[in-house]
């Protein structure tokens, strides 16, 4: 069976109430409502997940693995409720992941606040991939979860924009980061994963847009091998801002369904 569909959430610390408190703005509470909306949009009705998010290597995360919060002042542990990840054939064979990287821990983080959690499968990537090794990535998960016999699966994906939108950044401003975070927000709402593809590693690096390659695995996944006629989708984005100098973008990408 194909991918039912694919979420995107960012992977700031901040999302923890131990580090980011209730905000008199509000803009963290409507962040974290609307990670919470995609990762239950995305697991209603999947019996796998598969979690990809940037790390130092091109890894798989193995049964047991465990993140932790504390370098960013919360003495908070998680452990992401992860299966042997499947081998993904025509591919490099991944390191093993014992521990997680931050985007995997915001995951295992997110994942604990669901009142039932799928089967799991994790892989980090990182962050120097080009994009057709990225889609390619993404086409081989395709081909598994596609395999005869094999149940529901999603695609959540941990994907940061640019940290250069304002004095806030970690990065200096840049004035063409808003404009390439608005283009990966339009790309997901209209389900243009051509545009994902297409995003540019030199630009993207420039930018301190650290979600390109995350975002390049899920745009090769739900576009498959090329082989097949694509699955309709539907794009939806549930937030888009930059509230302290970094552009999040939470967004669902979901599988038509059929008549």
């Given amino acids: ?9 960012p992977h700031p610390p901040l999302l923890l ?3 980011g408190g209730e905000r008199p703005d509000q ?9 919470r909306q995609a990762v239950e949009a995305v ?33 908070v542990r998680v452990e992401l409720p992860a299966t042997a990840a499947p081998e993904l054939p025509g591919l490099p064979e991944p390191a093993s992941v014992t521990h997680l990287p931050l985007s ?13 959690v799928p089967r799991v499968a994790a892989y980090s990537v990182p ?12 086409h081989a998960l395709a081909d598994v979860v596609d395999s005869p016999g094999e149940r529901p ?7 940061d924009g640019s940290a250069r939108r304002g004095q806030r950044s970690p990065g200096t401003f840049h004035p063409a980061a808003e404009e390439a975070d608005a283009g990966v927000a339009r790309a997901l709402a209209t389900a243009d994963l051509d545009a994902l593809l297409k995003l540019d590693p030199a630009t993207c690096a420039e930018l301190w847009l650290g979600g390109r390659v995350p975002l390049q695995v899920l745009a090769g996944a739900m576009t498959g091998t090329g082989t097949d006629v694509p699955t309709p989708l539907t794009g939806r984005v549930l937030y888009e801002a930059a509230p302290f100098g970094v552009g999040y973008v939470v967004a669902t990408c979901l599988a038509q369904a059929g008549p």
């Fill in 1 to 9: 069976m194909p991918l039912l569909g694919g979420a995107v959430v």
């Fill in 104 to 116: 995997l821990t915001v995951a295992a983080w997110l994942l604990a606040g669901l009142p039932e």
């Fill in 27 to 35: 803009a963290l509470n409507e962040l974290r409502a609307a990670c």
């Fill in 127 to 138: 962050g120097v991939m080009p994009p057709g090794a990225a889609a390619g990535v993404g």
């Fill in 43 to 75: 697991t209603a009705d999947a019996e796998l997940l598969v979690v990809v998010g940037d790390g130092p290597v091109w890894g798989a995360v193995v049964p047991g693995a465990d993140g932790s919060f504390t370098p960013w002042g919360a003495r």
């Fill in 17 to 19: 109430p131990e580090l």
């Fill in 153 to 159: 699966a999603a695609l959540l994906v941990l994907a």
